[in-house]
């Protein structure tokens, strides 16, 4: 079923929503505390602060609050400077998502978002469908699960989105999510939409390459993970992107 984006407005902010997952959405739906007294919250670790996976109407789904990192946190908190509804953090995910969706890439499906004014400053928050029987790749490294055949789908998923533009702010092994039958990128927080350049794909696979060292991938030897892992998912990341030069090899 196509996907049909609704707005719905607010003395305090707005809720963009996809009316065919459910009409009624309203701001209960980013309260935990509203879920928890049905019985229809889980929690689970993840992201800056965690977040919740909720029971919803729409089925099972996970509620991510924003929040800062680094030192700016401090000061900001969960605060955002307000620049325009489309520029809120949470409407820009969800129209990224949506529109990457609509191209058949994998990536969770988007249910709502919501942005509530504070003065000149706004929080935001972002409900997406929640990808059962999934493990990051980060657990899937730390169970020992990750090998040549898996490092080679992760280099073909990245490629597919590389491949028409898409730019990941935070391409790292929790950020990656393994099924039985497919992979999938979650969390595209200041992703963007760019101009085919060999400088950022390879900038954010580098990114992976660091997360997959920080987490333990060259525990047996940075030479190891060379030809053991890293090799083979750059192989299969050409191999699918298009390219015959080896050039990120």
Known sequence: ??????????????????ATASSQVNDDWFAPDYWCGRGALRTQSGGRGGVAVIDTPAGDCVLRHYRRGGLVAKWMGDRYLWMGAERSRGFAEFRLMADMIRQGLPVPGVVAARYRRHGLFYTADLITRRIPDASTLAECLAAGKFDGELAELVGALVARFHRVGI??????????????TELYLIDFDRGERRRPAESWRLANLQRLRRSLIKLGAAAQGETAFEQQLWKPLLYRYELSFGTSDGGLL
């Not at 990941?168 to 929790?174: G, I, K, T, Y």
């Open 167 to 180: 730019w990941h702010a935070d391409l790292n092994a929790h950020n990656i999510l393994v099924t039985a």
């Open 1 to 18: 079923m196509m996907m049909q984006e609704q707005v719905r407005e607010g003395t305090a902010g707005a809720i963009l929503f996809d």
